[in-house]
T-cell receptor
Framework: AQKVTQAQTEISVVEKEDVTLDCVYETRDTTYYLFWYKQPPSGELVFLIRRNSFDEQNEISGRYSWNFQKSTSSFNFTITASQVVDSAVYFCALSEADQAGTALIFGKGTTLSVSS | DAGVTQSPTHLIKTRGQQVTLRCSPKSGHDTVSWYQQALGQGPQFIFQYYEEEERQRGNFPDRFSGHQFPNYSSELNVNALLLGDSALYLC?????????????FGPGTRLTVL
């Protein structure tokens, strides 16, 4: 069965600290997609990144970077030099290719609080 | 480029009533998905519509039903409301025929059942 686990419920850091959000997933499919979304207090889920199971190349985008490792079924997200505006709930999600639709299975989220 | 829009923003109903939530997809998208997000939890998939048909359904009772119109907009209907239906309802749109199928979310409808 498909499952996404975000073991960290809450993380608090001080501005300019680096922070890594962990995500572990379970799937029987060989082709799947992984996502990270950010949910600020306003409530709208904001798409951050998508990764395909056949592309393990890690990515850096500004202060954000992602580490995808199929061997450990992990898709971790790092924010470098955190800022107060990064405070939000971050969700990791999984979508399997071998199904009728493209439903996203979300983890329970990690609440990140960045203080100045 | 208009994003995903949802209406209403907030809604208060009483147990046993029925509710209809509406969603307009992002311009160019043809697929709409609905999610329920209880307080402090991750979103849970309700169903997905493509070409005016339910393409995939999550583990939700038949009280939850939907519809997609020819212009790709969608409605979510919930009958016989229960207290436990209080949640943020999120709509997401995507392009099935495209190379990527990233779902983009609307601001949500906050439903409170008293």
């Amino acid at each position: 069965a498909q499952k996404v686990t975000q073991a960290q419920t809450e993380i608090s850091v001080v501005e300019k600290e680096d922070v890594t959000l962990d995500c572990v997933y379970e799937t029987r499919d060989t082709t799947y997609y992984l996502f990270w979304y950010k949910q600020p207090p306003s409530g709208e889920l904001v798409f951050l990144i998508r990764r395909n199971s056949f592309d393990e190349q890690n990515e850096i985008s500004g202060r954000y970077s992602w580490n995808f490792q199929k061997s450990t079924s992990s898709f971790n997200f790092t924010i470098t030099a955190s800022q107060v505006v990064d405070s939000a709930v971050y969700f990791c999600a999984l979508s399997e290719a071998d199904q009728a639709g493209t439903a996203l299975i979300f983890g329970k989220g990690t609440t990140l609080s960045v203080s100045s | 480029d208009a994003g995903v829009t949802q209406s209403p923003t907030h809604l208060i109903k009483t147990r046993g009533q029925q509710v209809t939530l509406r969603c307009s997809p992002k311009s160019g998208h043809d697929t709409v998905s609905w999610y329920q997000q209880a307080l402090g939890q991750g979103p849970q998939f309700i169903f997905q519509y493509y070409e005016e048909e339910e393409r995939q359904r999550g583990n939700f009772p038949d009280r939850f039903s939907g519809h997609q119109f020819p212009n790709y907009s969608s409605e979510l209907n919930v009958n016989a409301l229960l207290l436990g239906d209080s949640a943020l309802y999120l709509c997401a749109s995507s392009l099935i025929a495209g190379i990527t199928d990233t779902q983009y979310f609307g601001p949500g409808t906050r439903l409170t059942v008293l």
